[in-house]
DNA sequence: TTTGCTTTTGATGATTCCATCAAAAGCGGC
DNA sequence: GCCGCTTTTGATGGAATCATCAAAAGCAAA
């Protein structure tokens, strides 16, 4: 998953950032509000975070504009305690969830986590598919009880076709959210760690549509 | 090009559909309403014309529920000459053209090739592509002035992509367009057939997608 | 630095999809 | 029926895509 921080303190930018990669989330920060729009504009997020008070463009502009514009990615806005009226605003603008300054940033990884998910359709912090069962809080996979050890990148990539269960994904959408910009694009990574969950998970769960991309899907939930 | 024919009058229903036929259309046919509107929900037309007096089920109800199912075929109603209020409610039901009965054969074929282009998007009856110019109504195609020598098949499937210019158009759409229900589905005429037009248009008209289909597209038109 | 684990690279082979060709089949006119 | 043209079939080879493996590179903890 991929995650755009923009925020114009520094140490709470970078704060949030590391806390985020060392939850295996790939991350893209902004220090000021054209900068922010423009990276949420080109690159392709499973959710944004986003200070209401920025330099040159403040947030709720920013939000708007993605808005107008038809983005529909989620956005976890960051206001002050006592500004009330700002948390109307981005709840207006489109905002997804809030948080209040200061924070604890387990809350705002929690958030993150909830409002990705909600995205994709599902409710609750553990997505299911037929014996297969990821829980994003703890970050564990099971299958039909006993559960698996999977490395990093195994695990978000198995999360990513999990949070788009009966979609084909295809291999520059995963590139795209598994990998920052300057990751080699053909390179054949996605093709082996695909291998290493079959060789884990058993060799049916994950299909491959040729010329598509790969997808996992719920074998008795019917239609997409 | 496919159409389907609804008409409970046999001898007039052998007409169009003979007519049709010479022009290279394929035509399926239908003698009552519930017959007619079962077909047009499951076999894919390029066009329908559609009696309104008609046993079982009426053509007014037909097209209805056509249209609340959000199908888009374009419909070309047969009405007498003196029912004017049938007219208004064709037109309310969805209808896109009509013809009075009785009509001149010539007329209903040039309505439906007018449908079938409106419907692509096409002003002109002649479908313009950078060097490749095809005339709908005398079915010549020219390049950079030049005239080509088609043969039927090889005219309908240029005209086919001709239609949907831009966009990608697989086997089994060519397939399901260009021939009836019984049609080998695995055969490779499409394959041979692009292959000799491509010898007759120079390589680069036709453009392949792998594992999708075929498209033709204008050089200098931008977007979609 | 060494060790152990994860990730990436590059090579290889299998499979699927597409292009092409020549021969067979179909069809209409004479 | 015979002939010319169009369409279909089947076989073949080439090209793109995907799977798999082993070795190299990267990285972090001891």
Redesign the pocket.
Known sequence: MRILVVEDDKDLNRQLCDVLQDQGYVVDKAFDGEEGHFLGDTEPYDAIILDIGLPVMDGISVLERWRKDGKKTPVLMLTARDRWSDKVAGIDAGADDYVTKPFHVEEVLARVRSLIRRAAGHASSEIICGDLRLDTKSSKVTISGTQL?L????FRLLDYLMHHIGEVVS?TELVEHL?DQD??RD???I?????RL??KMG?DMIE???????RISDPNGGAA
Chains 1, 2 share one sequence.
């Open positions: 050890k490395t990093s990148l195994e291999r990998y990751f080699d390179s054949n990574t093709e082996v760690f695909v291998g079959r060789k060799n491959t549509i040729r010329g598509m991309g790969y």
